[in-house]
């Protein structure tokens, strides 16, 4: 069948037809880009993409990214026709409808076959950048015998016009990931119009400028586009292949402008391009013999599969290769744990952020798999470790990554690390930037990955830097996504425990909001108090009438408040709230019992006050709700109201 | 004076020692980059920077913007030393103090003179895109003898390693803006190390590859520099002028290394410098004969301002030009008027993206400054209008940009179109992308800046684009934002009054959150109640027993929801709620005749739960705390328990 149009063409044309009727069936979503790019994906998918359908998860198998997500017929199409278990074709039916694994954009959580969750343009690229950073990392520590595979990606220009690409690009060039390759959508069409609308950019000449090979094709002429993708293959650069396509190909009278792109083809048309295409089989049917042609495919990649597995079952590091594949934790952590007695013993008064190096220096002794780096802030975001030596284009078994100023590329390649398997990414910038790839760390959530975000200078703390710099309603918007941990720890201790709970979180990601300045120790104790997500640090000794609620920095402020208040004979418990979520997640006696309803609730925390009515109730917020100020830290958390006397005088008030 | 090296030196030399010296003062800071650019500042700004410090606002002002806002001494020494009112020598000795006008990061509210506030990276360079915009549409509109002017940046490896540089000059070349020269403080060094840890890019490619102009220069050659800033003033293309810097220049153990970047050098460090750059002047002293040379520069622009006021005074388009440069909405917007009066007749059913067309429709003939435009999705945010024709290289009177997507360009692009003045920029994407737009939304409130986000497809009611689409967190997260205004309007007469409202706010950024799905009409009258953010749209029938809080498509749900809960002898108020922001502004009477004690409080809202605990204390809260899923929107609405039935078996079980 190699290279035989006879029989590529009617196999390009069935992905064709599957997407324009299940995208008419659902009475919306993209036929234009299935379309256009079929050709393409086909070539593709029978010469140089090594998959087993039959085992979606094996380690070593290609992955592809379809960075342009809303072009999700293409994948649902490739991954029926290749003999996936999912989707079948009641799946395709039920494209873009309630409960479908077949949802408007592809989901990683939804079907095998699908590598990441795609849709928000740009990202499906830069994680892909992210899975070619693993797969270097790990053929480092394991060999060409169980790690040898290559990256593929279809992006539109959408994807390349976003600024994310640039971070990605600038990243994968420098870090001369051969074996990321990119087909580029060339279709020379945005939603608004012609591409020349809004862009004038010499796209070859831009990758050429960040180290990448770049070629093209007739995106319409098999041999061509085999061509093209040979020649990326082998070249030892990044590739960007440009395809040329006409979006909507094979819709004789919509193919090549912009109303193909994201809307139903409309009954007539789809009857245009049926006999356009030479499509006799009613919607949803694929004729047997080229329906056998796309499934040989995907038995080709069983025999492969099978001699890795048996490389494997033959390799020393079998046992080890396969734990981190499987993103399970050693058993034992003997650095942390002796990290642990340490600081309960020895009570450092430190920054978090410096809490965190301390944590991170021992655990990334301990599990070899966690692979760090910062946006150029490694200094400030203590994210370096002894153990975590650089990783670069001739070191790609360094445990470091220097991104560069590059926020979203880096959180965006983080989930491509997690989701690639084997590499517990993490990653640090200000919190405050945490603004700059907002998306990537809700995609993070969205995908359910382990993706760790140490985000250092938390509040206005940091000081003299300003309101540009201090994030006063970052934790509190990165609490509002959806299934994302967010911890703000509020000593040494508190700190390392939060590390602990990032770690075993298989699922989730999580965000580390650290202190530019020093913090108090609180607690000398061992039992992981962080875990329920906030606790009783303080009891009330005279009888109570108040309970402070605080986080991070301002923990130590409201012990300090209470002192006065109990001073006066208000009793006030101090309860340290490291991570709203999984309090919330705790049973309803334990939340009453630090909440209970005969006191009143006091939440402090140098940060926006929307949001705490949620546990304070009627109570009083004690926060900043506005704008912070350069100015030293100390004069800031007093000028604010941040000081024991200011919190006690509203909190009589209020008694 | 011209090019005198002799005196140029000590002049750039006084720039070197403000910086340092402040630094030290303040114990923190950046003088890596001050000194660095000093050779290059003080040719700009006494060779090419058409500038009056008596005047600083005057319209036809070269824009300077100091992207790299770390290096703010740079500016603040400038300001000073040209003679500007502000900062004082008082004001740089309290460089990073508690209510100093010499922040950490330039601030433009703080200081005349500085254009906009920089320090999150690449943001400054992509304002400045906006300003150049600007300028040429006003030249469009008003012509060379009122609009001639250029916009100089000043932008560091940050700026140009951000994903925002990507968009920000591929819609400069695209545009051609050749009023645009950004000069590149290209030394080699960034926090983590040298450049060459983190990138491997052709910088200069890649600006060419985009339709720019480069050029290069010895940053410490005065000559050189001046030639270079020459050839970019005279090409008709933006320009980009890579100056070959040593960071930290002067501190002659420092220099050219990444120490020198963001830390005070040290009295042992600054004596050396002194020596080295043979300063002898006292800490924060400048001799008379070097500030007079700089205080002549100052002076020339008088002149030329001189000529350009009476050039306004004689222009038939004065009063038009001051009106528009002023902020100050015309007095009378007729179209606008009977297009209310119209919907108040006509109670359309659409949706409220639509009604946002619709409104501006008509707010774009009264507002002849409104400049529109969209991230490439026009015809989904419903942008456009008759009378806003495209912006582009050859119609720069166009009133309408395809900003391509590029939705963080846009964002800054905005920015800078508003700080500029005369324009009155509003811009459009999908809610949920406003993520990839965040900080520069905080930095239009930061700023203080009228520009207006139309936040389109706001909810889970935008349908089969699934979660990767769905905002349920974002309406919360903007409201996060300080001195942002938040408007999501319930029908066609709300949205047009919010519009009115983001219009009037001359000082605020306001977004406006619209459905993609039809909304019923809910009011037929035609006072602006939206102005007090909410407001009683139905009053209990039945004695009242519950509070309906809701924004957006949820208010008509509410409205359903009472008609259940009356038929049940349950008395219900539906309040409305367009804008959170201005109902915390109203009086407490107003507010508490809202939010009754003695009744259950109800918000619903398609979105997280978290926040809305503010009004409804301990009553109910209907929303989506989880994210969405890919089906039609009907289905989802049903599915998340957003009907009327679901909701009051909610409430009768909380009565």
Not at 137 to 144: E, R, S, V
Not at 195 to 207: G, M, P, Q, V
Not at 388 to 416: K, Q
Request: charged residues 20%; aromatic residues 8%; glycine residues 10%.
């Amino acid at each position: 069948m190699t290279l035989d149009p006879s029989r590529l063409g009617p196999m390009a044309n069935a992905i064709r037809a599957l997407s324009m009727d299940a995208v008419q069936a659902a009475n919306s979503g993209h036929p234009g880009m299935p379309m256009g790019m079929a050709d393409v994906a086909t070539v593709l998918f029978s010469q140089f993409l090594k998959f087993d359908p039959a085992a979606p998860h094996w380690p070593d198998r290609d992955r592809f990214v379809l960075s342009a997500g809303h072009g999700s017929m293409l994948i649902y199409s490739l991954l029926h026709l290749t003999g996936y278990a999912r989707p079948s074709m009641d799946d395709i039916r039920n494209f873009r409808q309630l409960h479908s694994v077949c949802a408007g954009h592809p989901e990683n959580f939804e079907l095998a076959g699908v590598e990441c969750t795609t849709g928000p343009l740009g990202q499906g690229l830069a994680m892909a950048v992210g899975m070619a950073m693993a797969e270097r990392h790990l053929n480092a520590g394991f060999g060409d015998s169980l790690v040898d595979h290559n990256t593929w990606v279809v992006a539109g220009d959408g994807c390349l016009m976003e600024g994310i690409n640039h971070e990605a690009i600038g990243l994968a060039g420098h870090l001369k990931l051969g074996r990321l390759n990119v087909l580029w959508d060339d279709n020379r069409i945005t939603i608004d119009g012609d591409t020349d609308l809004s862009t004038s950019e010499d796209i070859a000449a831009r990758y050429r400028a960040t180290g990448w090979h770049v070629t093209e094709c007739d995106g319409h002429d098999f041999a061509d586009i085999a061509r093209a993708l040979a020649e990326a293959a082998a070249d030892p650069r990044p590739s960007l292949v440009a395809c040329r396509t006409i979006i909507g190909k094979g819709a004789p009278n919509k193919q090549g402008g912009h109303n193909v792109h994201g809307a139903p083809l409309g009954a007539d048309e789809i009857a245009a391009a049926r006999e356009y295409l030479g499509w006799t089989s009613a919607p949803f049917e694929v004729p047997t013999d080229i329906l056998s042609d796309w499934r040989s495919l995907g038995a080709k990649g069983a025999s492969a599969r099978a001699e890795w597995e048996a490389r494997l079952a033959g390799n020393a590091n079998a046992r080890e290769f396969s734990r981190r594949m499987a993103g399970v934790l050693p058993q034992q952590l003997p650095a942390f744990d002796a990290y642990l007695a340490s600081i309960a013993e020895s009570q450092p008064k430190v920054a978090t952020r410096k809490a965190s190096e301390s944590a991170l220096e021992a655990l990334t002794v301990d599990i070899q798999e966690m692979v760090g780096g910062s946006a150029d802030l490694t200094g400030s975001n203590n994210t370096k470790t002894k153990a975590t030596t650089p990783f670069g284009a001739d070191t790609y078994g360094g445990r470091y990554v220097y991104y560069g100023i590059r926020e979203f590329g880096m959180a965006a390649a983080m989930n491509g690390m997690a989701l690639h398997g084997g590499v517990i990414p993490y990653g640090g910038t200000f919190l405050v930037f945490s603004d700059y790839c907002r998306n990537a760390i809700r995609m993070s959530a969205i995908q359910k990955q382990r993706v760790i975000y140490v985000l250092t200078h938390d509040s206005i703390g940091l000081g003299e830097d300003g309101p540009t710099h201090q994030p006063v309603e970052h934790v509190m918007s990165l609490r509002a996504i959806p299934d994302l941990l967010v911890f703000r720890p509020a000593d040494a201790l508190e700190t390392a425990e939060c590390w602990a709970l990032s770690l075993k979180e298989a699922k989730r990601p999580s965000v580390l909001a650290l202190t530019r300045q020093n913090l108090l120790a609180l607690r000398s104790d061992l039992e992981n108090k962080s875990a329920r997500g906030a606790y009783r640090l303080k009891a009330a000794e005279a009888p109570r009438k108040v309970v402070l609620l605080a986080t991070g920095s301002e923990v130590a402020l409201a012990i300090d408040t209470a002192k006065v208040l109990e001073a006066q004979g208000i009793g006030a418990d101090v309860v340290s709230m490291p991570c709203w979520e999984l309090f919330d997640e705790q049973d309803p006696a334990y939340r009453a019992d630090l909440l209970p309803a005969d006191a009143l609730k006091v939440s402090v925390e140098a940060g926006i006050t929307l949001g705490w009515q949620k546990y304070v109730g009627d109570g009083l917020t004690i926060g900043l709700d506005r704008f912070g100020a350069s100015a030293p830290a100390e004069q800031l958390f007093e000028y604010f109201g941040f000081t024991a006397d200011a919190i006690v005088k509203k909190i009589t008030v209020k008694l």
